[in-house]
């Protein structure tokens, strides 16, 4: 059990979106008790918060952080950023569940995204992944969404194909069984293979068993670039026939011919609302994406999984109609334009290897590593899934300032890093930035009162994922707190991106100290919640 503790002369931002102000806060038993002008201290510890901001602690509404929270239980660059609650499981991608014969595609799937998966880190179950983070400990709070990839692995494997009626209640039940035991919801991938391959009445049928346990879907829909408006039509479809509530996942509008559509996405929103559809999205603050390469791909190439892709790369000719699609050459019928043409080789660039021997082309474009190597950017794509087994991450610079003013402005926005650690990496600065960037920079610049961007990274999520006890500063709600000063700011860029924010002084998980005069203290109070 925590201490209890008395912070002095906070100017509370309480996660409503109400003004700050001055006020003593009193927390007991990890939970905050009192909040008041002049509480007496009684010889408990005190905190002088003069000058400082009290908010709720932040809340990571998208990241992909189930993997190192196995491993780094300490989470430093979240909690350095005053965040005290993780979502993982985006994207289609969890650690969980698995069905007899399917853990080791699991593991090699995951493995895609973040670099290598050992044995022990998928789980049969939610219930077998809380206990092993509970194992190790976690300094902050984690909520789980179920990965469609994970339940399709369970019962279809990496086929491309529709799931037959048998199929389809298999991954209910499956599903069903996580989201009692705790999960927050179901998480769709809809460019990613296999999610990619699901029809519409699977994911009806999905959708439908996470409103029947009162749970979130959240999506990253099948397309944001020419085919964003459509696909999100797709996703609201679902929340509409199945009556479930949805969270859009990071919302954009990608490659330059694309820029310009934020306020039409915005429209349908609301429009979707008006008709009793309850949805909300989460988004990055920057004008770059970041994916595992394999997504340059189209999603019949990874048919088979990882290793189908291998046995068609070694034809010649798969080879040449991937390279003419990828590069724009040979627009195919009913296909959507390959990313590359839209984006430019120029535009991709290498953020993360697996194997030792290209770590010197992180940090360089496509266009830069190819030229350093003698060969084509196409030929080194090929080469690198060859070579890096398909693990390379990259950073893609794809949207407009003006889009992403727009979404991250948006009443219905809420912010989520996406960040995808990999540690060793130069990665996408948005995985050590994001919340500092928000409440700091992007705040200054005038994009939202300091209050409003709170609220964007604190009780919309709270509200969106369930957790009733957090994400306000209110007497009764468990003490996740952040006290900054108001020069907070993030200091990680796209070529120094794992540089820690500054101007965070405190940070308390459960009434602890997780950080403390800027310092990590090493105290692990987090818990898996749900
Ligand atoms: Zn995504």
Partial sequence: MPADCLIREARIVDGTGAPWFVSDVLLRGGRIAEIGRTIP?????????????????????????????????????????????????????SLYPTAPGSAGNLRKHFSTLLGDVADDEVFEDFAGYRAAVHRRGLALNLVSLVGHAALRLAVIGHERRAATDAECAQMQALLARQL??????????????????????ELLALARTVQENGKLLAAHIRGYEGDLLDSMDEFIGLL??????????????????????????????EQAREQGVDVSFDMYPYPAGSSYILQLLPTAALEGGYD??????????????LRLYLEGKSPAKGVPPSKVSLIGWENVRISGVSNPGLKSLEGQSMVQAAAGLGVTPFDLLVRLILEDQGQTSIVMFQLDEKDLHAACTHRLHMVGSDGLPR???????????????IAGRLRREGWFPLEDAICRMTSRAAERFGLVDRGLVRPGMVADLVLFGDAIEDCATFDSPTQLP????????????VLEN???TGRLPGRVLG
């Fill in 180 to 201: 009692r035991a705790g999960a927050v919801g179901l998480s769709l991938g809809l460019v990613y293979p296999p999610s990619a391959y699901a029809d519409r009445r």
């Fill in 423 to 437: 540690p060793g990496t130069k990665p996408h600065p948005r995985a050590y930035g994001t919340f500092p960037r």
């Fill in 240 to 269: 509409q026939d199945s009556g479930v509530p949805g969270l859009l996942s990071h919302l954009q509008s990608a490659g330059r011919p694309n820029w310009g559509q934020m306020p039409d996405a915005l429209n349908k929103l």
């Fill in 502 to 513: 500054t101007g965070i002084e405190h940070v308390l998980v459960a009434g602890e100290m």
């Fill in 308 to 321: 189908g892709l291998v046995a068609r790369l070694a034809q010649a000719d798969f080879r040449e109609k």
């Fill in 518 to 520: 800027g310092k990590m």
């Fill in 41 to 93: 201290a009684d010889g408990i510890q005190t905190v002088d918060a003069r000058g400082l901001y009290l908010a709720p602690g932040f809340i990571d509404a998208h990241c992909h952080d189930d993997l190192i929270c196995l491993r780094e239980p300490e989470r430093i660059e979240k909690i350095a950023q005053g965040v005290t609650t993780l979502v993982v499981g985006n994207c289609s991608f």
